[in-house]
């Protein structure tokens, strides 16, 4: 069974940082895309950074210069490492990922999500 598990969420104070993994695992061929999302309290789940196979990445406004996506291809994982953190970083953050399983299939998964909390 293909899944996608994230872990380093929890609670910083403004100004930290912190570092989301990624891990996916199951019988995959091919990983494409992969990518971070987040959801707050009362607002639309949006894309905070993704990064392609080949190593390009593409980040929301708010976040450029702050966090970095990287992927780590033997390992299956990807990171995003999140500096300069604010209250309005709040969210719960969730990992995604096109890959390519058996018979072929190109899908796209999402994993659980992982709080992180910026106190001010």
């Known amino acids: 069974q293909v899944q996608l598990v994230e872990s380093g969420g929890g609670l910083v104070q403004a100004g930290g940082s912190l570092r989301l993994s990624c891990a996916a695992s199951?019988?995959?061929?091919?990983?494409?895309?992969m990518g971070w999302y987040r959801q707050a309290p009362g607002k639309q789940r949006e894309l905070v950074a993704d990064?392609?196979?080949?190593?390009?990445?593409n980040y929301v406004d708010s976040v450029k210069g702050r966090f970095t996506v990287s992927r780590d291809n033997a390992k299956s994982t990807v990171y995003l490492d999140m500096n300069s953190l604010e209250p309005e970083d709040t969210a719960v953050y969730y990992c995604?990922?096109?890959?390519?399983?058996?018979?072929?299939?190109?899908?796209?998964?999402w994993g659980k999500g992982t709080l992180v909390t910026v106190s001010s």
């Open positions: 995604n990922a096109d890959l390519v399983t058996t018979y072929n299939r190109r899908s796209n998964y």
């Open positions: 199951g019988i995959i061929f091919r990983i494409d895309t």
């Open positions: 990064i392609s196979s080949g190593g390009s990445t």
